[in-house]
């Protein structure tokens, strides 16, 4: 039956969606020399959420024929599919932007219009002509999208929303590295306050989840302290015992090989080194860090816990290179590399969900009251 499904699965062509992100940013260049790429075009069907024309000037710098054809927005056919080849869904507008590569509103407003409607075309019943099965998000500037008046910390938590995920979490995958955050896009000082024992168990729990995806049968997962040397018994701080400690406790019950808290400066050098599949980091920069020292030009970003497949290169807009043919497109190669496995995954689970088990997406409530551990997390 596995051989079977593994012949199904690869019978398969999922259809990619791709947001341009930021079209004042590298996020053009980087598409257009992904799509440029054949052993990427290989891979699936891709539709671009985006504008045509920095993406023919993009591939035109870097000396590529562009591979996909063009599609003005207004004329999307709405009873078919668009990705019979790779299709750029042209949103035009290029006189509204500003010609310095900076944060702008103009920007702003594009970049959220390309990822809202990849989300919507993503969440689309199976069979729509219109779905697509994954989507890879181009960089956009935080700071574009406020001053266009959108109050979103990032692409994390509108993925979110608009998936109603209850419980996610943001990861990372690289080369040597595998990482997931308790807390993403949040002010260092508030992370005390909102560290709870439901937050420390989000990234375990789906993170779990997310290593059986790649096909590792039982992930072993180390947890970070907060504080410096894992509060070294209270001494440094009392989050470890009173929300980590019960987090991981709760995951073992429920069968998750998972140890810690450990300190945070020393762990990541034994997952490195492979003897963790996955490291539960309790902030951004504690995970950051070493993910973009060892991976930055192959790491991507994963959030997990969606009804959907999102990926991301682990990389800003980059304004200070834009237009300069300077920018590098494998993180984001390897997060349309990374989606398309993840959406075979998703095909392959649902159709024969009894070999590829299922999720319990009530295992954190039920452990929490057999536990007796009062979760005061407001999600």
Not at 44 to 58: C, E, I, W
Request: aromatic share 6%; with cysteine.
């Amino acid at each position: 039956m596995r051989e079977h499904s593994k012949e199904i699965s690869a019978r398969f062509e999922p259809v990619i969606a791709i947001t341009m992100g930021d079209p004042m940013g590298i996020g053009p260049e980087v598409v257009a020399k992904a799509l440029c790429d054949p052993a990427i075009l290989r891979l699936g069907k891709f539709v671009v959420y985006g504008q045509n024309q920095p993406l023919v000037d993009a591939a035109d710098r870097a000396g590529m024929r562009p591979f996909w054809f063009r599609i003005a927005k207004e004329n999307i056919p709405t009873n078919r599919g668009v990705a019979a080849e790779p299709v750029v869904l042209d949103y035009g507008h290029e006189d509204s932007l500003p010609h310095a590569h900076a944060p702008s509103r103009a920007a702003g407003l594009l970049s959220k219009a390309f990822v809202e409607d990849a989300i919507a075309d993503a969440l689309r019943p199976v069979g729509d002509a219109r779905r697509v099965d994954a989507v890879v998000t181009g960089p956009i500037s935080k700071e574009s999208w406020s001053v266009a008046g959108f109050k979103w910390p990032g692409h994390t938590e509108l993925f979110a929303a608009r998936c109603k995920a209850t419980r996610h979490a943001m990861l990372f995958e690289s080369p040597r590295l595998r990482v997931a955050l308790a807390t993403a896009h949040v002010p260092l000082m508030d992370i005390r306050n909102l560290l709870t024992i439901g937050r420390v168990f989000d990234p375990i729990d789906l993170g779990y989840n997310y290593c059986r995806q790649l096909g590792i049968e039982k992930p072993k997962i180390a947890v970070c302290g907060l504080n410096p040397h894992a509060g070294e018994n209270g001494l440094f701080g009392d989050e470890e015992e009173r929300v980590i400690t019960p987090a991981i406790e709760i995951a073992r019950r429920n069968g998750i090989d998972v140890r810690g808290p450990f300190p945070g400066d020393t762990i990541f050098i034994d997952a490195a080194a492979g003897k963790w599949d996955l490291v539960v980091a309790m902030y951004h920069d504690q995970g950051l860090i070493p993910v973009k020292l060892l991976g930055f030009d192959r790491a991507v970003n994963i959030t997990i816990g969606l009804s959907i497949v999102r990926t991301s290169p682990d990389h800003g807009t980059a304004f200070d290179i834009a237009s300069k043919n300077a920018a590098s497109p494998n993180s984001m190669k390897a997060a349309i590399e990374l989606a398309v496995k993840l959406a075979h995954a998703k095909f392959a689970q649902a159709t024969h969900p009894k070999e590829h088990g299922s999720t319990d997406h009530s295992v954190k409530d039920a452990a929490l009251d057999a536990l007796n551990f009062e979760d005061t997390d407001a999600e």
